[in-house]
């Protein structure tokens, strides 16, 4: 299919979830508690006025995902990009040119739960598409966790054009802006698990801020 641009959302920030992000929990003492708190409600407003959701997806063999083994069978993949747009970043880099590293500690962090909402709302959008078809959907998997390897974010950018909402590759692979998502899930009666049953457990990537405790 056609790639599907998706925009004119708007997604939900969590307060608790930015608390969680930053390691806050309630034993902070009364009066930074308190500071945090104000700074938090201050950047989720902030936030809201940066923040820019946009998706792009497709619905693919998995083979059409040129030079990858990894959806090897698999009838229908939806594979997409989405991003909450680079207002919100540059805000970052300029409070912590100010000087103001809290304020930007704490609206990178609503950049994450940010983008994690708008990764959800694809998710939930590509479910409902398929859903239509009698089809449910797998859970997501991200180039770069488990055993994805990141550098197949090349061949995501072949099959989408991340141009259309704003999203480049750097060398790297990394996406810029930063607060972007790229992933894939299994569309059919019967999904298989694209990811391992404890991911976490199995990813790499030990600061990850998504990583739960234990």
Not at 53 to 76: D, K, W
Not at 167 to 191: G, Q
Request: with cysteine; hydrophobic share 35%; glycine share 12%.
């Amino acid at each position: 299919m056609e790639p599907v641009l998706v925009e004119g959302f708007g997604v939900e920030i969590d307060p608790e979830e930015i608390t969680r992000l930053l390691g806050r929990g309630s034993g902070a003492p009364g009066a930074a508690a308190g500071r945090l708190e104000r700074v938090i409600d201050e950047m989720l407003s902030r936030a809201g006025e940066l923040i820019a959701p946009r998706g792009i997806y497709t619905v693919t063999p998995g083979s059409g995902l040129l030079g990858s083994t990894h959806f090897e069978g698999l009838e229908r993949v939806a594979f997409c990009i989405c991003t909450i747009g680079g207002g919100l970043e540059r805000e970052v880099s300029e409070l912590s040119a100010g000087d103001e590293l809290l304020r930007a500690v704490v609206l990178d962090s609503a950049g994450s739960v940010a983008a994690e909402e708008t990764a959800g709302y694809m998710e939930r959008r590509i479910r409902d598409e398929a859903a239509c078809e009698g089809l449910r959907i797998s859970c997501r998997a991200s180039p770069g966790y488990g055993d994805w390897d990141i550098e197949e974010q090349r061949a995501i950018f072949k099959l989408l054009p991340g141009e259309r909402i704003g999203v480049r590759l750097s060398k790297s692979c990394m996406m810029i802006p930063r607060k972007s998502i790229s992933f894939a899930v299994h569309v059919a009666e019967d999904p298989v698990r694209l990811r391992g049953e404890n991911s976490c457990a199995e990813c790499d990537v030990e600061d990850c801020p998504y990583r739960p405790p234990g």
